[in-house]
């Protein structure tokens, strides 16, 4: 039985997205009315932010669920929250290398990043909604469980042994859709999506970068959506939950942009938390009566994420320092020789 039907609760959905709307209104209207190089100070502060907005939330969620169906119901609710935004906060990561290759493929000035970004997001907070509508319908099916519950376990393993290759996008389908429905401007002409030259309307590069994220992000729901849908039955946490881990995620691109090649084993960490979630669906929550333990799936997720981060960050040091020593024996090397 779902706790917060669309019925009772449409006035909740209603000012939550009014909220959101606010909120994006005063990042791109006041806080970055000019385009301009995020720094990393200024996105560390930014992704703080909205975490902490999301932690604000869960907490005020927490004490409204108690007062509705009781202190015990209501733990269980917030941890349902968290577990749902870590998740789709680890899987953004994915989104974030994304970024990185389509913008140094289409040569997006940083100053600019940020505004196709916002656009981008803007664009992503509706699909999702979709999606997450979609899905609290089709999801009451146990095929469809059984289904996205074996794609999660596929996709994982596929993550788990896929190279490292850089992407060819002058291969890849929707760049050679968009050649040709569009009529492209080689150039960036400032921060404008479209120009119009000779009486002919042209997008620019940045229109492209953006339509081609947001096709990207289409993509990447089918996994993170129907991940956060075996963590809890309630359509109004998926929503809020995946609507905050959207909302840092352009600060946590801007703030992870310099140290992305650092992450050598997080693929492995996201791998396993789409298996794990997978096999949930497939057959944990059976086990367990219906439901695997939220908050033994919040200590899996946060472990196979953590120990991939830690682990990329063990390796990253020991190939830093071991690079420093050869090179300090070359230096010693040449002095002797002189």
Do not use: C
Not at 186 to 194: D, L, M, S, T, V
């Amino acid at each position: 039985m779902i706790l917060f039907p669309f019925a009772d609760y449409w006035w909740f959905y209603l000012a939550f997205t009014a909220f959101v709307l606010v909120l994006l209104a005063l990042d791109l209207g006041v806080f970055h009315k000019k385009a301009h190089e995020v720094s990393f100070k200024e996105s560390v502060t930014w992704t703080t932010v909205w975490i902490s907005l999301a932690l604000v939330f869960n907490v005020l969620f927490y004490f409204y669920a108690s007062s509705q169906f009781g202190a015990e119901q209501g733990k269980v609710l917030a941890l349902e929250f968290l577990t749902g935004f870590v998740v789709e906060k680890s899987l953004a990561i994915d989104n974030i290398f994304i970024f990185a290759v389509v913008f140094a493929y289409f040569g997006i000035p940083k100053i600019y990043q940020h505004r196709i970004l916002f656009w981008g997001i803007l664009g992503a907070l509706i699909f999702r909604a979709i999606f997450i509508a979609m899905g609290s319908v089709l999801m009451r099916y146990e095929w469809v469980v059984m289904f996205f519950g074996g794609l999660l376990i596929l996709t994982g393993i596929k993550m788990f042994f896929a190279g490292t290759e850089q992407t060819d996008l002058d291969k890849n389908l929707i760049i050679r859709l968009l050649r040709k429905i569009f009529r492209i401007h080689p150039k960036i002409e400032g921060q404008r999506f479209f120009i119009r030259k000779d009486g002919l309307l042209y997008v620019t590069p940045l229109f492209v970068t953006l339509v081609f994220l947001e096709f990207s992000d289409i993509i990447f729901a089918v996994d993170s959506v129907p991940a956060i849908f075996a963590l809890t039955k309630e359509p109004l946490i998926v929503f809020t939950s995946n609507i905050f881990a959207i909302l840092g995620l352009r600060s946590m691109y801007f703030m992870l942009a310099g140290v992305m090649d650092r992450f050598a084993y997080i693929k492995y960490g996201l791998a396993s938390v789409l298996v794990f979630v997978g096999a949930k669906m497939v057959y944990l929550n059976e086990l367990f009566g219906g439901k695997f333990p939220i908050g033994w799936s919040l200590v899996i997720i946060a472990t196979l994420i953590g120990s991939s981060i830690l682990a990329s960050f063990i390796m990253d040091a020991k190939k830093r320092k071991s690079a420093l020593r050869v090179a300090t024996q070359s230096f010693g090397a040449q002095g002797r020789i002189k």
